[in-house]
Structures are given as C-alpha cells and as structure tokens.
C-alpha cells in the first residue's frame, strides 16, 4: 500500500503549557493550504513523526504559521528546528492479522 503524500515541515515555534492553563495537550498548528495538501481538517487528530517518535495530537489551521513550518504543543519528542512529517490518522484501513 502506497504512503500518503506529506512532504516535510520545519517546527518554527514550541508551545509548553503548565498545569492550571485553560488550553493544555498535544496540538499542532499548519496552514490551511498545508493541510488541504496533506487532506487534513481543523480538529482532526493527526500522526506527528519526529526524528525520535510519534505522537498523536489535535490540528488546528493558522494561516500565521510561515508556509512549510508548524507551531506544536505540548507534543514531547520535538524541538524547535527539527524536521517532522504531519500525517493523516487512517481509521478506514482493516486491522492486519499475522497469522
């Protein structure tokens, strides 16, 4: 089965929160015409593959962000100046078993 498309992205910014802040948890914000290339939604739950891991966090479009970067939150195993790859979640796609 063929990857999907989603050329890489620089992380500009890191946003870390503190415990008592109204908005806290993994998020990660794009462009809206990054994010239509890549078929993604505001709101979605989109994959973000480090150079160490991958996370799971909420998109949110923002036109602000410089094109071909991201801004993240709260997301460990990412810096600034790093290079990641935002990737759809595939829900549709039937589980494999190993026989």
Do not use: C, H, N, W
Not at 10 to 39: H, I, N, Q, S, Y
Not at 69 to 91: H, L, N, Q, W
Request: overall charge positive; glycine content about 8%.
């Amino acid at each position: 089965m063929a990857e999907p498309y989603s050329p890489p992205l620089k992380v500009l910014g890191f946003v870390a929160t503190r415990r008592g802040d109204p908005d806290r948890g993994p998020e990660v914000r794009l462009r809206a015409d990054e994010a239509a290339l890549r078929m993604l939604q505001d709101g979605e739950l989109v994959r973000i593959e480090g150079p160490r891991r991958q996370e799971t966090a909420v998109l949110r479009i923002d036109d602000s962000v410089a094109r071909g970067g991201v801004v993240v939150r709260d997301v460990a195993g990412v810096a600034p100046s790093e290079i990641v790859r935002v990737r759809k979640i595939e829900t549709d796609l039937p589980r494999r078993f190993l026989a």
